[in-house]
């Protein structure tokens, strides 16, 4: 969506704008990340600062759909995010391509580390079973795993000895 900042201003120095757009997939780091299927909401305030300069203040709403980070779950993860910006006339052409900064707000804000929840276990390396829907074997209190079993009894056959 493109907005035409002349005819924005055409009547008023300050505009406040509300709209809906379709969600998509962007781009992130190599590989295309989509969106939820919700329209992504802008809640933009322009104010005509003079002939030259926009400030823009303005809120993204919107979700992606992610995968866990440690166990591969699909995550729908919320994002609200605020922004300002200063639009230059000339430069910009006078015209403002939402979608386009919406991409670059977006990107900026992509999340560094997706969990489907703070304490998730993950999948175990040894079995590959999602820890969080069943408990394995490999690793419970007791259990030893083979490379150190020869050092365990050392340990305690020595400690027998005190
Ligand atoms: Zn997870
Ligand atoms: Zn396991």
């Given amino acids: 969506m493109k907005i035409n900042l002349d005819e924005l201003f055409y009547e008023q ?11 998509r997939g962007i781009e992130v780091s190599g590989s295309l990340v989509e969106m939820t299927a919700e329209p992504v909401k802008a809640e933009l305030d322009f104010h ?15 979700g992606w759909q992610l995968i866990c980070d440690r166990c591969m779950a699909n995550v729908s993860k919320p994002m609200d995010l605020s922004f300002t910006r200063d639009i230059l006339l ?53 259990a030893v795993d083979i490379r150190f079993a020869g050092l365990k009894e050392l340990f305690e056959n020595n400690f027998k000895e005190v």
Avoid at 118 to 132: A, R
């Fill in 13 to 23: 120095d300050d505009v406040r704008l509300v709209e809906e757009l379709p969600a």
């Fill in 90 to 142: 000339e430069e910009d052409g006078h015209i403002l391509d939402l979608d386009e900064l919406i991409r670059e707000e977006a990107i900026l804000n992509f999340p560094t580390k997706v969990l489907c929840k703070e304490e998730c276990l993950g999948i175990c390396p040894d079995c590959g079973k999602n820890k969080n829907d069943e408990a394995c074997e490999c690793h419970q209190a007791g």
């Fill in 48 to 62: 005509k600062t003079n002939e030259q300069e926009v400030f823009l203040r303005g809120q993204f709403h919107f």
